[in-house]
Protein backbone atom coordinates (compact mmCIF):
# COMPACT_ATOMS: atom_id res chain seq x y z
CA UNK A 1 0.00 0.00 0.00
CA UNK A 2 1.32 3.63 -1.09
CA UNK A 3 1.76 5.91 1.94
CA UNK A 4 0.03 9.03 0.34
CA UNK A 5 -3.25 8.37 0.46
CA UNK A 6 -5.63 9.72 -2.77
CA UNK A 7 -8.62 12.35 -2.49
CA UNK A 8 -11.36 9.88 -2.78
CA UNK A 9 -9.61 7.27 -0.15
CA UNK A 10 -9.41 10.29 2.85
CA UNK A 11 -12.03 12.65 2.27
CA UNK A 12 -11.64 15.91 4.28
CA UNK A 13 -14.22 18.94 4.56
CA UNK A 14 -12.65 22.47 3.31
CA UNK A 15 -11.44 23.19 7.13
CA UNK A 16 -9.10 20.11 6.86
CA UNK A 17 -11.60 17.96 9.08
CA UNK A 18 -12.36 14.68 8.37
CA UNK A 19 -15.31 14.49 6.32
CA UNK A 20 -18.32 12.50 8.92
CA UNK A 21 -16.93 13.67 12.00
CA UNK A 22 -16.19 17.22 10.90
CA UNK A 23 -12.87 17.23 13.61
CA UNK A 24 -9.38 17.99 13.43
CA UNK A 25 -6.95 16.53 15.41
CA UNK A 26 -6.44 19.50 18.17
CA UNK A 27 -10.41 18.83 18.28
CA UNK A 28 -9.89 15.25 20.64
CA UNK A 29 -8.52 13.94 23.82
CA UNK A 30 -6.29 11.04 23.45
CA UNK A 31 -9.50 9.38 26.06
CA UNK A 32 -12.89 9.71 24.37
CA UNK A 33 -16.60 8.28 25.65
CA UNK A 34 -18.56 6.83 23.08
CA UNK A 35 -22.13 6.95 22.88
CA UNK A 36 -24.67 6.13 20.99
CA UNK A 37 -27.59 8.80 21.34
CA UNK A 38 -26.00 12.75 20.35
CA UNK A 39 -28.80 13.37 22.99
CA UNK A 40 -26.06 11.39 25.88
CA UNK A 41 -23.58 14.00 24.63
CA UNK A 42 -24.16 16.65 27.16
CA UNK A 43 -25.17 14.72 29.80
CA UNK A 44 -22.20 13.65 30.18
CA UNK A 45 -20.33 16.37 29.43
CA UNK A 46 -22.14 18.42 31.71
CA UNK A 47 -19.93 16.78 34.54
CA UNK A 48 -16.72 18.11 32.85
CA UNK A 49 -14.62 20.81 34.72
CA UNK A 50 -14.99 22.71 31.52
CA UNK A 51 -15.87 21.77 27.77
CA UNK A 52 -13.21 23.40 25.51
CA UNK A 53 -14.96 22.15 21.65
CA UNK A 54 -18.38 21.19 20.60
CA UNK A 55 -18.67 20.03 17.31
CA UNK A 56 -21.46 18.01 14.99
CA UNK A 57 -21.56 16.67 11.88
CA UNK A 58 -25.14 14.51 11.06
CA UNK A 59 -25.38 11.96 14.15
CA UNK A 60 -21.58 12.43 14.65
CA UNK A 61 -21.47 15.03 18.12
CA UNK A 62 -17.93 15.83 19.94
CA UNK A 63 -17.71 17.77 22.97
CA UNK A 64 -13.95 17.88 24.52
CA UNK A 65 -12.95 19.36 27.89
CA UNK A 66 -10.94 18.32 31.63
CA UNK A 67 -12.05 16.00 33.88
CA UNK A 68 -10.62 16.43 36.80
CA UNK A 69 -7.87 18.20 34.99
CA UNK A 70 -7.03 15.74 32.31
CA UNK A 71 -8.55 16.13 29.32
CA UNK A 72 -11.66 13.89 27.85
CA UNK A 73 -13.55 13.97 24.84
CA UNK A 74 -16.59 12.63 24.44
CA UNK A 75 -18.43 11.62 21.31
CA UNK A 76 -22.17 10.18 19.75
CA UNK A 77 -21.65 7.44 17.34
CA UNK A 78 -24.98 6.93 16.26
CA UNK A 79 -26.87 3.18 16.22
CA UNK A 80 -24.71 0.48 14.19
CA UNK A 81 -21.24 -0.99 13.66
CA UNK A 82 -21.50 0.97 9.93
CA UNK A 83 -21.43 4.03 11.73
CA UNK A 84 -18.60 2.91 14.02
CA UNK A 85 -16.85 1.69 10.95
CA UNK A 86 -16.49 5.54 10.25
CA UNK A 87 -15.80 6.35 13.43
CA UNK A 88 -12.85 4.10 14.13
CA UNK A 89 -11.54 4.82 11.01
CA UNK A 90 -11.74 8.85 10.76
CA UNK A 91 -10.87 8.96 15.10
CA UNK A 92 -7.64 6.37 13.75
CA UNK A 93 -6.98 9.13 10.99
CA UNK A 94 -7.01 12.17 13.41
CA UNK A 95 -4.14 10.61 15.41
CA UNK A 96 -2.24 8.46 12.97
CA UNK A 97 -2.17 10.23 9.32
CA UNK A 98 -0.88 13.57 8.59
CA UNK A 99 -3.96 15.08 7.29
CA UNK A 100 -2.28 17.26 5.19
CA UNK A 101 0.10 15.53 3.34
CA UNK A 102 -2.21 12.38 2.95
CA UNK A 103 0.63 10.06 4.46
CA UNK A 104 0.54 7.77 7.18
CA UNK A 105 2.60 9.16 10.20
CA UNK A 106 5.85 7.16 11.40
CA UNK A 107 5.10 6.92 14.74
CA UNK A 108 1.72 5.27 16.25
CA UNK A 109 -0.73 6.86 18.34
CA UNK A 110 -2.75 4.64 20.32
CA UNK A 111 -6.38 6.56 21.89
CA UNK A 112 -8.05 5.04 24.64
CA UNK A 113 -11.97 4.29 24.01
CA UNK A 114 -14.90 3.82 26.57
CA UNK A 115 -18.10 2.82 25.20
CA UNK A 116 -20.70 3.93 27.51
CA UNK A 117 -24.08 2.36 26.67
CA UNK A 118 -27.57 0.21 27.23
CA UNK A 119 -27.75 -3.41 26.20
CA UNK A 120 -29.96 -6.35 27.08
CA UNK A 121 -29.78 -9.20 28.85
CA UNK A 122 -30.11 -13.01 27.46
CA UNK A 123 -29.09 -14.50 30.84
CA UNK A 124 -32.17 -14.85 33.30
CA UNK A 125 -29.84 -14.47 36.41
CA UNK A 126 -28.85 -10.95 35.49
CA UNK A 127 -30.73 -7.83 37.03
CA UNK A 128 -31.42 -4.71 35.73
CA UNK A 129 -30.00 -1.47 36.39
CA UNK A 130 -26.78 -3.05 36.82
CA UNK A 131 -23.45 -2.52 35.51
CA UNK A 132 -22.13 -5.26 32.39
CA UNK A 133 -18.79 -4.98 31.67
CA UNK A 134 -17.66 -6.28 27.80
CA UNK A 135 -15.13 -8.90 27.98
CA UNK A 136 -15.28 -11.05 24.73
CA UNK A 137 -17.37 -9.92 21.96
CA UNK A 138 -19.21 -11.97 18.92
CA UNK A 139 -20.07 -9.56 16.09
CA UNK A 140 -22.77 -11.12 14.07
CA UNK A 141 -22.76 -8.01 11.83
CA UNK A 142 -19.79 -9.70 9.45
CA UNK A 143 -18.50 -5.91 9.40
CA UNK A 144 -14.87 -7.15 9.82
CA UNK A 145 -15.14 -9.39 6.65
CA UNK A 146 -14.42 -6.57 4.55
CA UNK A 147 -10.92 -5.85 6.06
CA UNK A 148 -7.96 -8.03 4.79
CA UNK A 149 -5.82 -8.26 8.18
CA UNK A 150 -8.39 -8.73 10.50
CA UNK A 151 -8.09 -11.94 12.59
CA UNK A 152 -8.87 -13.30 16.16
CA UNK A 153 -9.04 -16.53 18.27
CA UNK A 154 -8.98 -17.27 21.51
CA UNK A 155 -10.96 -20.03 23.88
CA UNK A 156 -14.23 -18.22 24.10
CA UNK A 157 -14.47 -17.85 20.35
CA UNK A 158 -13.21 -21.04 19.23
CA UNK A 159 -16.24 -22.80 21.95
CA UNK A 160 -18.89 -20.21 20.26
CA UNK A 161 -17.77 -21.57 16.74
CA UNK A 162 -17.82 -24.96 17.42
CA UNK A 163 -21.21 -24.81 19.18
CA UNK A 164 -23.03 -22.59 17.00
CA UNK A 165 -25.71 -24.02 15.26
CA UNK A 166 -26.71 -21.32 12.34
CA UNK A 167 -25.25 -21.94 9.52
CA UNK A 168 -26.94 -19.31 7.43
CA UNK A 169 -25.35 -16.76 9.81
CA UNK A 170 -22.22 -18.53 11.03
CA UNK A 171 -19.79 -17.02 8.01
CA UNK A 172 -20.08 -13.30 8.82
CA UNK A 173 -19.33 -13.80 12.87
CA UNK A 174 -15.96 -12.35 14.14
CA UNK A 175 -14.70 -11.98 17.29
CA UNK A 176 -12.71 -9.93 20.13
CA UNK A 177 -12.10 -8.93 23.35
CA UNK A 178 -11.52 -5.71 26.04
CA UNK A 179 -8.10 -3.75 25.99
CA UNK A 180 -7.18 -5.56 29.93
CA UNK A 181 -5.43 -2.49 30.83
CA UNK A 182 -8.49 -0.52 30.64
CA UNK A 183 -10.53 -3.53 31.95
CA UNK A 184 -9.17 -2.95 35.59
CA UNK A 185 -10.64 0.32 36.09
CA UNK A 186 -14.05 -1.06 35.91
CA UNK A 187 -12.99 -4.13 37.76
CA UNK A 188 -15.80 -3.72 40.58
CA UNK A 189 -18.82 -3.71 37.92
CA UNK A 190 -21.40 -6.25 39.14
CA UNK A 191 -21.36 -8.29 35.89
CA UNK A 192 -18.44 -8.96 33.56
CA UNK A 193 -19.68 -10.66 30.54
CA UNK A 194 -19.55 -12.01 27.16
CA UNK A 195 -21.97 -10.31 24.87
CA UNK A 196 -23.33 -10.71 21.22
CA UNK A 197 -23.39 -7.23 18.88
CA UNK A 198 -26.47 -7.20 16.50
CA UNK A 199 -26.98 -5.73 12.75
CA UNK A 200 -30.73 -4.20 13.60
CA UNK A 201 -33.51 -4.03 16.50
CA UNK A 202 -35.95 -6.40 15.59
CA UNK A 203 -35.44 -9.90 14.42
CA UNK A 204 -31.60 -9.78 14.72
CA UNK A 205 -32.35 -9.53 18.19
CA UNK A 206 -35.82 -11.88 18.34
CA UNK A 207 -38.20 -9.75 18.11
CA UNK A 208 -41.28 -9.91 15.85
CA UNK A 209 -43.71 -7.43 14.74
CA UNK A 210 -45.18 -8.52 11.28
CA UNK A 211 -42.04 -10.21 10.19
CA UNK A 212 -40.91 -13.67 11.50
CA UNK A 213 -37.28 -13.97 13.05
CA UNK A 214 -34.61 -16.70 12.24
CA UNK A 215 -35.45 -18.77 15.27
CA UNK A 216 -38.12 -18.38 18.46
CA UNK A 217 -35.17 -19.43 20.74
CA UNK A 218 -32.39 -17.63 19.32
CA UNK A 219 -31.91 -15.73 22.21
CA UNK A 220 -31.86 -18.82 24.50
CA UNK A 221 -29.51 -20.45 22.59
CA UNK A 222 -26.84 -17.78 22.56
CA UNK A 223 -27.41 -17.90 26.55
CA UNK A 224 -26.15 -21.73 26.31
CA UNK A 225 -23.20 -20.64 23.91
CA UNK A 226 -21.61 -18.26 26.94
CA UNK A 227 -23.74 -15.06 25.80
CA UNK A 228 -24.96 -12.50 28.63
CA UNK A 229 -26.20 -9.76 27.02
CA UNK A 230 -26.13 -7.94 23.31
CA UNK A 231 -26.05 -4.39 21.72
CA UNK A 232 -24.81 -3.21 18.36
CA UNK A 233 -21.92 -1.69 18.43
CA UNK A 234 -19.35 -3.73 20.59
CA UNK A 235 -18.08 -5.86 17.93
CA UNK A 236 -16.57 -3.50 15.65
CA UNK A 237 -15.42 -1.00 18.36
CA UNK A 238 -13.02 -3.61 19.79
CA UNK A 239 -12.19 -5.60 16.50
CA UNK A 240 -11.01 -2.25 14.81
CA UNK A 241 -9.25 -1.01 18.18
CA UNK A 242 -7.12 -4.18 17.93
CA UNK A 243 -6.26 -4.01 14.39
CA UNK A 244 -5.26 -0.08 14.64
CA UNK A 245 -3.50 -0.41 17.68
CA UNK A 246 -5.97 1.29 20.67
CA UNK A 247 -7.58 -0.15 23.66
CA UNK A 248 -10.88 -0.66 23.88
CA UNK A 249 -13.67 -1.49 27.14
CA UNK A 250 -17.17 -1.33 26.92
CA UNK A 251 -19.55 -0.64 30.21
CA UNK A 252 -22.86 -1.10 29.51
CA UNK A 253 -26.00 -0.50 31.91
CA UNK A 254 -28.43 -3.69 31.73
CA UNK A 255 -31.75 -1.98 31.07
CA UNK A 256 -33.61 -4.79 29.75
CA UNK A 257 -33.56 -8.88 30.38
CA UNK A 258 -35.57 -10.05 27.87
CA UNK A 259 -35.74 -13.73 29.01
CA UNK A 260 -37.48 -12.49 31.89
CA UNK A 261 -39.64 -9.55 29.90
CA UNK A 262 -38.32 -7.21 32.43
CA UNK A 263 -37.36 -3.61 32.01
CA UNK A 264 -35.91 -0.46 33.80
CA UNK A 265 -38.78 1.20 35.98
CA UNK A 266 -36.95 4.66 35.23
CA UNK A 267 -34.14 3.93 32.77
CA UNK A 268 -33.27 7.58 32.66
CA UNK A 269 -31.78 7.24 36.70
CA UNK A 270 -29.99 4.42 35.01
CA UNK A 271 -28.64 6.06 32.45
CA UNK A 272 -27.47 9.38 34.97
CA UNK A 273 -26.17 6.17 37.45
CA UNK A 274 -23.81 4.42 34.25
CA UNK A 275 -22.51 7.92 33.77
CA UNK A 276 -21.67 9.19 37.09
CA UNK A 277 -20.18 5.78 37.63
CA UNK A 278 -17.70 5.41 34.48
CA UNK A 279 -16.67 9.01 34.42
CA UNK A 280 -15.92 8.13 38.48
CA UNK A 281 -13.45 5.66 37.54
CA UNK A 282 -12.29 7.10 34.29
CA UNK A 283 -10.08 9.53 35.60
CA UNK A 284 -8.82 9.06 39.18
Not at 87 to 110: G, P, W
Not at 140 to 148: A, I, R, T, W
Request: aromatic share 10%.
Amino acid sequence: MLNKLAASELVLNDDGSVYHLNLLPKDIADKIILVGDPDRVPKVSKYFDKVEIKKNKREFYTHTGTLRGERISVMSTGIGTENIDIVMNELDALVNIDLKNKEFKSSHHSLSLFRMGTCGSVNPDIKVDNMLVTQNVVGLDGLMNFYQDYQFENDFSKKFLDQFPYEKVKSMLYFSEWSEELSSLYSDAAYHGNTATFPGFYAPQGRQLRLKALDDKFLETLNELGITNFEMETSAIYAFSKLLGHKAITVNNVIANRRRGEFSADHHASEKNLIEWVLDRIIK
